[in-house]
């Protein structure tokens, strides 16, 4: 049994309990939040055994086997340093940390301390992306051309979105996502990109399109709007035919389409807790095995992925103070 301990008592802090309570082979064993109450609450709803009142009294619980950090990404740097310095593994949530800068010094902590880091990029984990490629090499349709893919939600009344200084925008918080759907169906370098971006009042990315060339000739175009309720599918388009995702972060089925809408195979993937369990059962396997990094999610995504972000939000002008000065400068309008 490998026993996990949760920073943060939020939304997502409890969807994670769930599922670790439904794990036959992990178990959420503790809770740390800012507020010793918060944490007993947290603790009694999700039979959790135990609650403490500050991060830094979890990280020094000797029984703990996982830190899991479900706080907002602005907060990351510092809880995930404490945690390697405190010789925990740990999974961060999405965005990893604010900038490249930030990821970079992270791994390099952990890989220096002989700690496990991973980014809990929970499509990267599940079962569906072994399955997608696998239609994909088989040729069902054709050979890709071009993947589109959008995700939309209104979460514009969230202070974590809407202030810079948080990290707040569409692209850390969404499209993340996006960028992570291209790179897992699309193995060929990024030739040439264009984007363009809509700001909020305070200045952060509210919605955005991200279009990228790939070597190969592939097209790949991507939206993201933290202002709008969207369809959140993903198309894989080819020469035969088209591989539909109905949900961009969680599929519960893949549908191999021809012209005019006829499906002409419908996938469902395997039942699942919430889709968060095959992250930690990534991590419990790479920790057992001794290796600083999921295969899904490896230290060298993560930082492509993040110095992505940082070349975008630079192009936008909506960095501030969450991206380091390299890449900040000529972007600004």
Same mark, same amino acid.
């Given at each position: 049994?490998?026993n996990?301990?949760?920073?943060?008592?939020?939304?997502?802090a409890?969807? #994670?309990?769930?599922? +670790?309570?439904?794990?036959?082979?992990?178990?959420?064993?503790a809770?740390?939040?800012? %507020?010793?109450e918060k944490?007993?609450?947290?603790?009694?709803?999700?039979?959790?055994e135990? #609650?403490?009142?500050?991060?830094?009294?979890?990280?020094?619980?000797?029984d703990?086997? +996982?830190v899991?950090?479900?706080?907002p990404?602005?907060?990351?740097?510092?809880?995930?340093?404490?945690?390697i310095?405190?010789?925990k593994?740990?999974?961060?949530? @999405?965005a990893?940390?604010?900038?490249?800068?930030?990821?970079a010094?992270?791994?390099?902590?952990?890989r220096?301390?002989?700690v496990?880091m991973?980014?809990?990029?929970? $499509?990267?984990y599940m079962?569906?992306?072994?399955m997608?490629?696998?239609?994909?090499a088989?040729?069902?349709?054709? @050979?890709?051309?071009?993947?589109t893919?959008?995700l939309a939600?209104n979460v514009?009344? @969230?202070?974590?979105?809407?202030r810079p200084e948080?990290?707040?925008?569409? +692209?850390?918080?969404?499209?993340?996502?996006?960028?992570n759907f291209?790179r897992?169906?699309?193995?060929s370098?990024?030739?040439?990109?264009?984007?363009?971006?809509?700001?909020?009042?305070?200045?952060?990315d509210?919605?955005?399109v991200?279009?990228?060339i790939h070597?190969?000739?592939?097209? %790949?175009?991507?939206q993201?709007?933290?202002?709008s309720?969207?369809?959140?599918?993903?198309?894989?388009?080819?020469?035969?035919?088209?591989?539909?995702?109905?949900?961009?972060?969680?599929p519960?089925?893949?549908?191999?389409?021809?012209?005019r809408?006829i499906?002409? @195979?419908?996938i $469902?993937?395997?039942?699942q807790?919430?889709?968060?369990?095959?992250?930690?059962q990534?991590?419990?396997?790479?920790?057992?095995?001794?290796?600083?990094? $999921?295969?899904?999610?490896?230290?060298?995504e993560?930082?492509?992925i993040?110095?992505?972000?940082d070349?975008l939000? %630079?192009?936008?002008?909506?960095?501030?103070?969450?991206?380091?000065?390299?890449?900040?400068?000529?972007?600004?309008?």
């Amino acid at each position: 049994m490998m026993n996990v301990g949760i920073i943060g008592a939020g939304h997502i802090a409890e969807k #994670a309990a769930r599922t +670790l309570r439904e794990m036959d082979n992990m178990q959420c064993l503790a809770i740390g939040s800012r %507020s010793l109450e918060k944490a007993r609450d947290f603790a009694g709803r999700f039979g959790v055994e135990r #609650a403490y009142g500050s991060y830094e009294a979890l990280l020094q619980d000797p029984d703990i086997g +996982l830190v899991y950090l479900a706080t907002p990404h602005s907060c990351h740097f510092g809880q995930a340093r404490e945690a390697i310095l405190a010789g925990k593994p740990c999974l961060v949530e @999405k965005a990893f940390m604010m900038n490249a800068v930030e990821a970079a010094s992270i791994i390099a902590l952990a890989r220096e301390k002989g700690v496990f880091m991973a980014e809990a990029m929970w $499509p990267r984990y599940m079962p569906v992306r072994s399955m997608a490629r696998e239609i994909l090499a088989s040729g069902a349709i054709g @050979k890709p051309v071009m993947l589109t893919a959008s995700l939309a939600y209104n979460v514009s009344d @969230k202070e974590r979105v809407l202030r810079p200084e948080l990290g707040g925008g569409a +692209l850390l918080d969404l499209g993340v996502y996006l960028l992570n759907f291209v790179r897992m169906y699309c193995d060929s370098p990024i030739q040439d990109i264009s984007t363009s971006c809509i700001r909020a009042r305070s200045g952060v990315d509210a919605s955005e399109v991200i279009t990228f060339i790939h070597e190969d000739g592939t097209l %790949s175009s991507v939206q993201a709007s933290g202002f709008s309720q969207g369809a959140n599918e993903g198309v894989i388009a080819g020469t035969e035919g088209y591989l539909v995702f109905d949900d961009l972060i969680n599929p519960q089925t893949l549908r191999i389409c021809r012209k005019r809408h006829i499906v002409e @195979k419908e996938i $469902p993937v395997p039942r699942q807790i919430t889709g968060f369990e095959y992250q930690f059962q990534a991590c419990a396997d790479a920790i057992r095995e001794g290796l600083p990094e $999921p295969a899904g999610m490896p230290h060298a995504e993560i930082l492509y992925i993040m110095h992505l972000m940082d070349r975008l939000r %630079s192009e936008w002008g909506v960095c501030g103070e969450t991206c380091p000065p390299s890449a900040t400068g000529s972007g600004r309008r």
